[in-house]
């Protein structure tokens, strides 16, 4: 079953001090927090990853973590793709205040997945880190809901959720 690690990465980081937050090296080979997530989400079974990002980060992202987790994906036979997050984005009817100049935030970042995305999904940070055992429960939890759904008298529980 197809699985897909959406990964929001389009912060501005305006409480960091300068640089791209989620592109600070934290490990001993110059790995960044995006790095360890991603190899923790393989592992736990899924099978497509997606990079939110900004178009004006689009190089930087590119050389720092996008050509090299898009080779490990290509080498792994995992889907890889982007979604840019970008302030005029919106749904028809609603117009961006003059002022505004961050990012709308996760549901507007979610949202522009919407042509890339067609299989259960989990979003996440990209400068949290969230350990190996929560991306294990999640697919887990993915899989057995749509195994759930895709049996005979099926009926959707009353409220469930999954963040990370």
């Known amino acids: 079953m197809k699985t897909a690690l959406v990964i929001m990465a389009a912060g501005m980081g305006s409480r960091f001090g300068g640089g791209i937050k989620q592109l600070e090296p ?4 110059g790995e960044i927090i995006m790095d360890y997530s991603i190899h923790d989400a393989i592992e ?5 990853v997606v990079f939110i990002i900004r178009k004006d980060i689009k190089d930087a ?12 994906c290509n080498e792994l036979n995992i889907e ?7 302030l005029d ?32 999904f989990v979003v996440i940070n990209a400068d949290d880190y969230y350990g ?19 049996q005979k008298n099926f009926a959707w529980p009353d409220s469930f959720s999954a963040i990370l």
């Open 132 to 150: 190996k055992e929560a991306f294990v429960k999640i697919h887990e939890f993915l899989v057995e809901i749509i195994h759930r759904k895709n």
């Open 61 to 72: 992202f590119h050389d720092a973590i996008g050509k090299r987790i898009e080779g490990i």
């Open 89 to 120: 984005d919106l749904p028809k009817g609603i117009e961006k205040p003059a002022k505004r100049s961050k990012p709308w935030g996760t549901g507007q970042a979610v949202l522009v997945c919407k042509d890339i995305i067609k299989e259960p």
């Open 44 to 48: 736990a079974g899924f099978n497509k």
């Open 26 to 29: 934290v490990g001993p080979n």
């Open 80 to 86: 890889f793709a982007y979604a840019y997050q970008e």
